[in-house]
């Protein structure tokens, strides 16, 4: 393979940054042959100083000097280490030729855009501030040579590695452009922070881009800084109005990578940067990339992914990092009131379902108790594809509206069985509101009479009248008295799907002594102006909650201003909100990403504790989503099932040093 010197791509001196004065200690290695640097391998390693517990995964000594350090861009925090590969005499890494010829794409193939720095390219920088994780370092130097998907449990240092590998592309592309994306606002700017404070890139160098900044901002800022935090929405925004020339771009951080399915927007900047450029990099972070193998192969297939790092919980690697983890599954045995609440709306749709079954529309054999609404609009798109004559005394427009009716109280009697009553009434109130003649019919129906004034009087009397509520208040003031009785401060995440039941769940916890309940959602609008945030009120509404809000419901949370969150999905993903000892599932998913991302939110700094609440019928979900999530693991395993990007062309190339 020819070599082309760096200084053809970019003359000597030019575009690096000013030399700093900030003193640090450097972890020194020896150093590596620059054309070789993509190829992987081992470097020999010089000097007096050797520090051999590091010296396995290396090859060789490492050898720590007293310095200065010329990058200014660690002035603004910490002592930190820096982590150099630079050249020596020896230094043996494997050549080109024990690529496979398929990996071996090369930049006379596809020529960079961006010019790379010939003297920085020669060393890479890792920090040592904190104890240095064998694990974290070479995933971090593998993710700098290939686009890589990193497959690591929640709370074991995945915003480290991306920190390490965007400074380093940072530093060695100085006209370049580094984009760290994460699906929600929260989780970017929780990101921001994180990655300041380990790498400690100047503020200046640093944009946040979101949909608040104006578009004549935003084109300014994409060519004035370097580094830039944003939703994957504003990124693809950005690209599809020129705010961004995606051909600058060297590195992309893809935060929650299994979301990269489908039209979501990370798949379209990938493609859309690709299409620009071969020379950028790729790192994709996830806890779990898929529900299973197709969908993890998608993801692989639309991030270019051409590595696999991935570690398990059982690895003997993690397993002192890792903090215990008790995990409980608690069923919540119907009551009275519930029973009879299940009673009378199998009353009210046992009618639609005779109709749909009697003209042969439902499967054979159906149960009547165990419709969901998935099921029943399965069996309508069923009924849609196949032509079905109809028998006598059926037409079109009512077989469409027993199947809708039967979808709305199915959805009504799931929703009850697992979250509880709170809502129902108001959902039911909402039937006589309908344009629908058929759900105002419906509220005249004897069973419907009488279930409203069920809920009616357990409203009055105030009553839960779910045995899961009764079950969530008994658990979470057995767990702050305890902690109270040990001087310890905690605090707990509450998880359900539904806002609605996640604003039930903040009313009824209002009243309860020793517990502070607050709710976060999202930012999309629902029905009424509800107080976000807010204690028992905020169940009057259903509003979304600004950026601002989420930011500052966070803050206080991690300081204690309240001492139990309750949360739809958006605080599953990634956030790091403090000792949070206890969460409590208030449903299930047979989504094991749904899960794991929900259990990981504990045990991050100590150990911890996650209870699944379950009604009859409910297991089966769980344990569909732990066989699941086992089956994910052993595939992660065997990397060879997956097809892997093999045009990743070499981002970092020099000529040797003597």
């Keep these: 393979m020819n070599s082309r010197p760096l200084d053809a791509y970019f003359p000597r001196g030019q575009g690096r940054p000013p030399p700093g004065d900030a003193g640090r200690r450097i972890l020194r290695t020896g150093a590596y042959d620059g054309r070789n640097f993509a190829a992987g ?14 010296s396995s995964s290396f090859g060789g000594n490492v050898t720590v000097n007293e310095g200065r350090s010329n990058e200014n861009s660690f002035a603004s925090g910490g002592d930190h280490f820096q982590h150099h590969f630079a050249a020596a005499p020896g230094a043996a890494f494997p050549s080109m030729a024990s690529v496979p010829a398929s990996r071996r794409v090369t930049e006379e193939d596809y020529p960079p855009v961006v010019p790379i720095d010939p003297v920085l390219c020669r060393e890479w920088i890792y920090p040592v501030n904190k104890e240095v994780r064998q694990y974290q370092l070479i995933i971090a130097k593998n993710a700098l040579l290939h686009n890589t998907l990193v497959v690591l449990p929640t709370g074991l240092g995945k915003t480290l590695i991306a920190a390490v590998v965007m400074y380093n592309y940072y530093r060695w592309f100085p006209h370049g452009k580094v984009v760290f994306m994460a699906p929600t606002k929260p989780l970017v ?19 946040e881009l979101q949909g608040s900044v ?6 300014r800022l994409w060519g004035e800084r370097r580094v830039f935090y944003c939703t994957p929405q504003s990124m693809a925004n950005d690209l599809a109005r020129g705010a961004c ?10 935060d929650e990578a ?15 940067i690709a299409a620009a450029t071969k020379h950028f990099r790729v790192l994709a972070l996830s806890a779990t990339p898929g529900s299973d193998n197709t969908s993890i192969k998608e993801v692989i297939a639309n991030l270019l992914v051409a590595n696999l790092e991935t570690r398990s919980e059982d690895d003997e690697e993690l397993k002192k990092y890792r903090h215990a983890r008790l995990e409980e ?3 919540c045995k119907p009551t009275e009131d519930t029973s009879e609440v299940d009673r009378l709306l199998l009353d009210m749709l046992t009618p639609y379902a005779k109709r749909l079954g009697s003209a042969g529309l439902l499967y054979a054999h159906f149960d009547v108790a165990s419709l969901t609404p998935f099921g029943v609009m399965k069996q309508r798109d069923d009924y849609r594809a196949r032509g079905t004559n109809l028998p006598q005394g059926f037409s079109e427009a009512g077989v469409e509206s027993d199947f809708g009716m039967l979808s709305s109280l199915a959805g009504l009697l799931e929703h009850a069985r697992n979250y509880g009553h709170g809502t129902l009434l108001a959902k039911l109130e909402e039937f006589g509101r309908a344009s629908s003649s058929a759900k105002k019919a419906l509220l005249k129906t004897g069973p419907c009479v ?12 105030g009553r839960e009248g779910h045995p899961k509520l009764t079950k969530l208040i008994d658990i979470l003031t057995e767990h702050f008295a305890r902690n109270n009785c040990a001087g310890k401060s905690t605090r ?8 609605d039941s996640v604003q039930e769940i903040v009313g009824v916890l209002g009243s309860v002594d020793g517990i502070t309940a607050r709710y976060f959602i999202g930012q999309g609008s629902g029905s009424g102006k509800g107080n976000p945030g807010a204690g028992p009120d905020a169940t009057t509404g259903n509003r979304g909650m600004t950026q601002k809000e989420q930011k500052q419901l966070v803050r206080d949370f991690f300081a204690g201003h309240f001492n139990v969150l309750v949360a739809t999905c958006i605080a599953e993903e990634g956030l790091d909100i403090g000792e949070v000892d206890l969460i409590i599932n208030f449903d299930t998913h047979k989504s094991p990403i749904r899960m794991i991302q929900r259990m990981g939110r504990t045990a991050r700094k100590r150990s911890g504790r996650v209870i699944t609440l379950v009604t009859p019928g409910e297991e089966k979900k769980l344990l569909s989503s732990l066989k699941s999530a086992t089956a994910i693991q052993k595939s992660l395993r065997n990397k060879k099932i997956f097809p892997l990007y093999e045009h990743n062309p070499r981002m970092v190339r020099g000529t040797p040093v003597a």
Aim: proline share 5%; net charge positive; with cysteine.
């Design 245 to 254: 020339d995606p051909s600058r771009v060297v590195c992309i951080v893809v």
């Design 329 to 331: 599954v608690i069923q």
């Design 189 to 207: 700017a929780q990101q921001i922070e994180a990655c300041h404070g380990i790498m400690g890139i100047p503020q200046e160098h640093t944009a």
């Design 258 to 272: 299994h979301k990269a399915k489908g039209n979501f927007a990370y798949v379209t900047v990938v493609r859309d």
């Design 214 to 219: 104006k578009p004549e901002d935003r084109k």
């Design 450 to 461: 009488a279930l409203v004034a069920l809920l009616r009087a357990n409203q009055a009397g």
């Design 492 to 499: 707990a995440i509450v998880f359900s799907h539904f806002r």
């Design 41 to 54: 391998g081992t470097c020999g390693m010089a000097g007096p100083f050797q520090h051999h517990e590091d």
